[in-house]
Every structure is written in structure tokens, then in C-alpha cells.
């Protein structure tokens, strides 16, 4: 076993290293890809806090934490807010009046704001969002006036620490997180790239297939065995620690079956490619068939996930 190990891992630490970082660079670049496209996605709103008060600087607070927008500050100098809609710069402009701190404690909110907004279905759900936001920083002004007329003095802090405490929580947003899913088709796709560039292991390991020395080696009784377990299984190993590792950066919600589903094909996988090392001697025809087979194996793995 332990010859074995020394033959097909330690004199092989430098290709594994290689591997390693063709892998890590593979799953960067779609990290970078995938950060890009979420910034994209993004609703620019730009904001202009003329007010400049703890009620405004709430505001704005509540729409920076929205998880779609993109909050754009406008100095109080601007004459011309809407003309960053015009310029495509943002998809609704807000200007925040000086009074509406006032406003707020007052409960007179009504026509109070100065909004522009493109007139699209971006543009509608920009507004609505920015809506929800406003609505949510009133809620506890009207508690407070409920409470003044029915003669109970409850101070603000108290109101929104209650009100944070029994707001319920999305059921939607709960099933999402915490449902862990069979399936996945975002998740099989970028393993399946993973498998797709993985198949460079033949050419990096092209010093094991040395004929003579392996003629040699197989006269043994189950060495042909240890060979191809310590290679298939080293492997596996790698990619699923890896495939782990992007599930846990990702925040992956899926479940055992996914990961057993996986690591069937990882082992599958892997076989195919070592049949391929140690048959085949053409370097070209071996790097063919070894793109043929990874291709062969993502496209199976993506219709399990659909």
C-alpha cells in the first residue's frame, strides 16, 4: 500500500499542486462572474438628504440594507435631481426635504417627498421598494400615535424594539433558506464545469503511464487494484473537498442526497479518466477522449439536476 501511495501521490505532489490551482482559478473566475452579475442586478436610487437629520440618515440606512438597491448620494446642491434618471445614471431619484423629521413625528408624510421614477417595470418595483422602506420608518410613528390617544406613553425606542421583536418573519424567505433542495441546477453547472477542466489530470499525470515500469508493477497480484483505487480515490477526494468548500463560500442549502449524487459521479468520473491514463498511449488521443468523456459525464450530471 505504501509503495503504491508514494508512486501515485508524493511523486506526484507538484502535478496535484497544478491541479489545484487550475481548479481554485476556475471557481475565482466564476465567483468574479457571478458578483458581477448580483452588482448588475442591482436598482440604482439616487438620494438627496436635505435634511440631514437621525430620521433621514434612517432613511437612507433602511434602502442601503434593501437587498436590490443600490443607494446613489446627491449633494444638496443638485438643483436637478431627476436629470440622473434622464442620464440613465439611476432608476429613481428621492429628495428628502428638510422638514421631514418634523414630518415623520408628525405623522404628515402625505406628498412630503419629491420622487422621480423611470417609467418602466424596473422603474415600478424601484418605487415600490422605496415605498415599503418609507412605510416601514412610519410604522412605529403610528403606534406611538395610537398609544398617545388611548393615553399610554410608550417612548420611540421601546415601540421600534417591540416592533423589530414581533415583526414575523417571511415564509417565503423562510422555506428558501432553510428547505434544503435535492437539486440544483446552478450548483450542477458550476460542478460540472469543475469536471469539464479537471480532465487536464491526464496530461498532468502522463509520467505515470510508463509501460514498461507498469508491465512490471502488474505482475503483482492486485496491484492493477491499488493502482487505480489510489488514483480514483485521491482524486475524488480533491474535487469533492473542493465542491465542499465552494458549497460553504456559496451558502449551498442542499441536501445529503445532492452531495451522495456527486460523489457517484465523482467516482465514475474518475474511473473513466484512469482507464484512459494507463490504456491509452497517444498523448493527443488520450486528451481527446478525456475532453469527450468530462463533456459526456457534465451533461449527465446537469440532467440529473434538472
Not at 49 to 60: P, V
Not at 158 to 185: C, F, G, L, R
Not at 239 to 261: A, E, M, N
Request: hydrophobic share 50%; proline share 2%; net charge positive.
Amino acid at each position: 500500500m505504501k509503495p503504491m501511495f508514494n508512486l501515485v501521490v508524493l511523486k506526484q505532489w507538484k502535478q496535484y499542486v497544478v491541479l489545484l490551482l487550475i481548479l481554485v482559478l476556475t471557481i475565482s473566475v466564476v465567483l468574479m462572474a457571478q458578483t458581477t452579475s448580483n452588482k448588475l442586478f442591482k436598482m440604482p436610487i439616487a438620494v438627496q438628504d436635505m435634511d440631514q437629520s437621525a430620521s433621514s440618515k434612517e432613511l437612507i440606512h433602511n434602502l442601503e440594507q434593501t437587498k436590490y438597491l443600490e443607494v446613489i448620494h446627491i449633494s444638496k446642491d443638485e438643483a436637478y435631481i431627476e436629470d440622473f434618471i434622464e442620464k440613465k445614471e439611476a432608476i429613481v431619484s428621492l429628495q428628502i426635504p428638510k422638514d421631514f423629521s418634523d414630518r415623520l413625528k408628525e405623522n404628515r408624510l402625505k406628498d412630503a417627498l419629491l420622487l422621480y421614477y423611470k417609467d418602466d417595470f424596473i422603474g415600478e418595483i424601484a418605487l415600490e421598494v422605496t415605498s415599503k422602506s418609507l412605510y416601514k420608518q412610519q410604522i412605529p410613528v403610528i403606534i406611538q400615535d395610537h398609544l398617545k390617544k388611548a393615553d399610554h406613553k410608550v417612548s420611540m425606542d421601546k415601540i421600534k424594539q417591540e416592533y423589530k421583536k414581533d415583526t414575523p418573519h417571511s415564509k417565503m424567505e423562510h422555506h428558501a433558506v432553510k428547505k434544503n433542495a435535492d437539486v440544483s441546477i446552478s450548483a450542477g453547472a458550476i460542478i460540472a464545469l469543475l469536471l469539464l477542466v479537471s480532465c487536464s489530470q491526464v496530461v498532468l499525470h502522463q509520467r505515470l503511464k510508463q509501460n514498461a515500469a507498469l508491465d512490471r508493477l502488474m505482475m503483482f497480484n492486485g496491484t492493477k487494484l491499488k493502482l487505480y483505487t489510489f488514483y480514483v480515490m485521491t482524486h475524488v477526494i480533491l474535487l469533492f473537498l473542493i465542491i465542499l468548500s465552494v458549497s460553504l463560500i456559496l451558502s449551498w442549502s442542499l441536501s445529503i442526497l445532492f452531495y451522495v449524487t456527486t460523489l457517484c459521479i465523482l467516482i465514475a468520473y474518475e474511473f473513466g479518466l484512469s482507464i484512459l491514463l494507463f490504456k491509452i498511449n497517444t498523448l493527443s488521443h488520450k486528451l481527446f477522449m478525456a475532453i469527450m468523456w468530462s463533456i459526456a459525464i457534465s451533461c449527465l450530471y446537469l440532467y440529473i439536476q434538472i
